[in-house]
């Protein structure tokens, strides 16, 4: 059974450029989450969404950030503009009914 | 807020035991977590515990829980190279939201 699949693995880009990353969670996993990893320090939950419907996005900074998760399935996760404190490794992870959390291997940001 | 606190770093020798200590803040978490990171990885899950129980242990890992103190433990026996990773703890608020501990580095010298 394939993980949780994001990509890119890594991504390079200039202050105030647009950036977006893409996960595709384990089939049949109903819960998708997004976290955001700073460097020496553990995942913080940015968004969680019950299928279509985010359930949880209170630590997404809605200024620059957005997300969406159109059928339920895929989803993607939008920075416009990009800041240099941006830089970090962006998790997804799915889960069955709040169960168990998998984790994709995540993207790396670098900032310049 | 919640906060979840852990020892940034372990060193053991191989074939010994390890024990990663965490310390959390909300008395009303429901279940509490142990998830592994390889570099350039996600996050694995090791193996959790209910809030309602003090012990479980799963072939080399034993997690000890004590709920007054709100003091989480892992421990591993036979330590070997291939443990060398980050080890988070995570506590699962009735939410259903996890929060994450620091992490803690283990590196395991031969």
């Known amino acids: 059974e394939a993980g949780v699949v994001q990509s890119p693995r890594y991504k390079i880009i200039e202050k105030k450029q647009p950036v977006a990353f893409w996960c595709n969670p384990i089939?049949?996993?109903?819960?998708l989450y997004w976290y955001l990893q700073n460097l020496g320090q553990g995942p913080e939950l940015l968004i969680r969404?019950?299928?279509?419907?985010?359930?949880?996005d209170s630590q997404l900074p809605k200024d620059r950030f957005s997300a969406e998760r159109l059928k339920g399935v895929d989803s993607t996760l939008k920075i416009q503009p990009a800041e240099l404190g941006d830089s970090a490794v962006y998790l997804c992870?799915?889960?069955?009914?709040?169960?168990?959390?998998?984790f994709g291997p995540g993207t790396r940001l670098t900032v310049l | 807020g919640e906060d979840v606190e852990q020892s940034l770093f372990l060193s053991v020798r191989e074939g010994d035991s390890s024990v990663i200590n965490c310390t959390y803040t909300?008395?009303?978490?429901?279940?509490l977590y142990w998830y592994k990171q390889e570099p350039g990885a996600g996050l694995q899950l090791l193996t959790y515990?209910?809030?309602?129980?003090d012990m479980k242990q799963d072939q080399r890992l034993t997690v000890l829980l004590n709920k007054k103190d709100k003091h989480l433990s892992l421990r591993i026996a036979d330590t070997q190279t291939g443990d060398s990773a980050i080890y988070f703890c995570?506590?699962?608020?009735?939410?259903?939201?996890?929060?994450f501990g620091t992490g803690t580095r283990l590196q395991v010298f031969p």
């Open positions: 992870a799915s889960s069955f009914r709040n169960n168990e959390q998998f």
């Open positions: 089939s049949g996993h109903n819960t």
């Open positions: 969404y019950e299928n279509e419907e985010a359930v949880d």
């Open positions: 909300d008395s009303s978490s429901t279940y």
């Open positions: 515990i209910f809030s309602n129980m």
């Open positions: 995570a506590e699962k608020e009735n939410t259903d939201k996890l929060i």
